[in-house]
């Protein structure tokens, strides 16, 4: 176990308090970006970065040059996805489901993580990076094909490991005005990682799956999420009008406050291993 001095005296009588709501209970677990941080993910809203909004549905499928502005980002930045390892609140999440403790865990992360921790009953409520998916017929194709289509059209671009990555493995770059992007290669149609991008709706079945196992669950852990976006808020609200226990371990403010029997602010590494595992 990590050393948890750093944690403070209020924050480990929260996680004491936390474990005794949570004893004995299936726990459903809800992860956003803050979780992957440690893994040297950046979270688009922790504290101290400057909040900024990624490329939306409509505008990527809108033009081309959107397309191409996105790719271009993307084959830069997708290395510092691929190769992260999971941490230490991964690690403790997939851990927890071996011993029944979490039966389920519904990420907001795009990164497969948990999966790579070792976490069976995994919901990635909006999608994975590692898969592109075309967007008229459908085909998918793994995103390591993807990056050796983009390298075999553009073999001149080099990544560049300093530029500032975000938690879509996209790059803050401008992109090269010729830089060129592969068709489907079934049907010549748009490819797109197969992932939600905002403004656009996660697949129903996937969000009555992910209510389903809440709904199945005693409590709802919540972990490096601000709930700012409503595909994570809806699954605190629904456990609030349960009556089901949340705990949030969250550092910094979050909009399921208000509904939390539990709030931990503190980092998710340091705090899971010590809520779940004795």
Request: charged letters at 25%; hydrophobic letters at 40%; glycine letters at 8%.
């Amino acid at each position: 176990m990590e050393n948890l001095e750093p944690l403070g005296a209020a924050v480990l009588y929260s996680i004491d308090y936390a474990r005794e709501k949570l004893a004995g209970k299936s726990v459903v677990a809800l992860t956003g970006a803050g979780i992957s941080t440690d893994s040297g993910i950046p979270d688009y809203r922790g504290q101290g970065r400057v909040a900024r909004h990624p490329m939306t549905f409509d505008t990527f499928m809108g033009s081309e040059s959107a397309q191409v502005r996105y790719w271009a980002r993307s084959y830069v930045g997708w290395s510092r996805i691929a190769e992260a390892k999971p941490n230490g609140g991964h690690f403790a999440l997939a851990a927890a489901e071996r011993l029944g403790q979490v039966q389920h865990v519904i990420t907001q992360n795009v990164d497969a993580l948990h999966q790579a921790a070792g976490s069976k009953n995994v919901i990635d409520l909006h999608g994975r990076l590692d898969t592109v998916r075309c967007m008229k017929c459908g085909a998918p194709m793994t995103r390591v094909h993807m990056d050796e289509l983009l390298q075999q059209l553009n073999p001149d671009i080099e990544k560049d490991a300093n530029h500032e990555f975000s938690p879509d493995g996209d790059a803050e770059l401008e992109a090269a005005a010729d830089f060129r992007i592969p068709a489907c290669p079934v049907c010549g149609g748009i490819l797109k990682p197969d992932v939600v991008f905002f403004g656009e709706s996660v697949p129903q079945s996937r969000v009555e799956f992910a209510m389903s196992r809440l709904d199945e669950a005693d409590a709802l852990l919540v972990a490096g999420t601000s709930l700012t976006v409503n595909s994570g808020l809806r699954f605190a609200r629904r456990a609030a009008r349960a009556g089901k226990p949340i705990v949030i371990v969250n550092i910094g403010e979050t909009k399921g406050d208000e509904l939390a029997t539990a709030k931990i602010e503190a980092n998710t590494s340091l705090v899971l291993e010590r809520l779940f595992i004795d």
